[in-house]
């Protein structure tokens, strides 16, 4: 299967600035799966994929937060691994749209874990651009104290284009043959896949706000909803 | 005698986007927070050694909320050039202010964006991009950016306004209050939603409104055991395999 090169660049630049915003700078958010998926998908051509795996991955990682030292999953990058491999598998291979998005949905999760692995790993290296801070600021050099810092922010960035580019390139070798001995002529409806997801994604957000003192609120939203559904 | 004009803090306030950029597990955000104050050591100090120092007391250990760390910026630069202005005989006040910001600010912060806000915002992005596509994530995008950008300000230009006083300024009740406000709001509209949804998509096909909570109920108990987040996802693909071969 060929993939151009310009793509490989383009994945590899994506893949560094979603590293960034996840936590080195900015967290604007335009690293979550609801910005960052349709743009890939508009970049290469099916923004449509684009926008349904924004749509079901957004939820599934809120709840390990990127707070202190914790350890949590990469599901920024490895919803945008899911994304460039289900449109380039879509585009250059036949085989059936909802197996191929359940097969790279199961691989994103391993990359966003694998992941989580080199973020401590990155962490731990830049202890080295610390020591070195320090060598500067006892010299009073106040340039190259801030240089430490922006090599620590090139750092995040290439971890994240590395991390990108290599599952992307995992997933290339791997998946089409692993697609090739599944059963694909049963059909697995993309509406499915969708619904099961976005219940995660719900299950998530019960978990977030759901608690005894406002239950009541839900059924109260429940019932407002189904009136409207009803009467609309 | 110097002072900070609004051009430094407008420097810190572009700096402070890359504060976490070298997080490490030794003092965790101490260069970043280095890295964003050298506009006010450019400003306030010129000998060699007090710039020394400078450095040295802003490299010691900082953690927090990275958009919270906004209000200890201000204050900080605040510290700083008072300290100069009123002839402190020794620094310790700043760092130990410094320190003692790190857990409020990293509490209220995270509770406030990363458990409440983001959470939020990310349901109505994907309840708006169901429904109507691409507006979902302009939504998602602008609002919670809108809060987000206004604190950061924000905080630098108080954080600067009270020096010391900023402690008054954080108290975690005054954020409670928003953060339950929010949570009322999150929960009333996934309520509309589930119920809206669960008419009007699941309850023609009894087979997807089965499959839509045995997932959704599996994902909150499971989540709730402090299980890892693979575990509902592959729960949820395997139902959809096993429904597809049914």
Redesign the interface.
Known sequence: MGIMIWKLIAVFLIGGIVGLDT????????S?P??SC?SVGWLFGDLQTG?FM??IL????????????ARF?EGNIGSLVTTFLAITLKQNTTFPE?WIV?VV??FG?MVA?GGSQSIALM??N??I??RK??R?????K?RK??C??????L??FIHGALLTTMSVGVGLVLLPPLLNILPTN????LQ??K?????????????????RR??I??????????????TI | MRRLSRVDLFKIFLRAYYIQGSWNYERMLNLGFCFCLIPVMKKLFSQPEERISFLKRHLQYFNSHPYFASFALGATAKLEEQALIEKWPDYRPVTVFKERLCGPLGAIGDRLFWGMLKPFVAMLGVIFTLQWGLVGPAIFFIIYNAPHIYLRYFGIMRGYELGFDIVRELSKRKYERYIHTISVLAILIFGVFLGWFTIDKLYPTVRLMLQFFLVALATFFMLKKELPMFLPIMFGLVLVLIFSMA
């Open positions: 936590t080195a700078a900015w967290q604007m958010l335009f979550h609801l910005i349709p926008l924004g749509l957004e939820l599934l990682w809120l709840k390990d937060l990127p707070v202190g030292g999953p909802g359940l949905l199961i999760v874990y962490r731990t830049n202890i651009l610390i801070a320090d500067f600021a006892d010299q009073g106040s104290v801030a430490m810092h922006l090599l620590g922010v750092h995040a049963i059909t697995i409806p499915n896949i619904l099961s997801l976005l219940a995660v994604g719900f299950g998530v957000m019960a978990y977030f706000f759901l608690s406002n239950w609120y839900l059924i109260f939203g429940i019932g407002i909803g189904g009136f409207l559904a009803l």
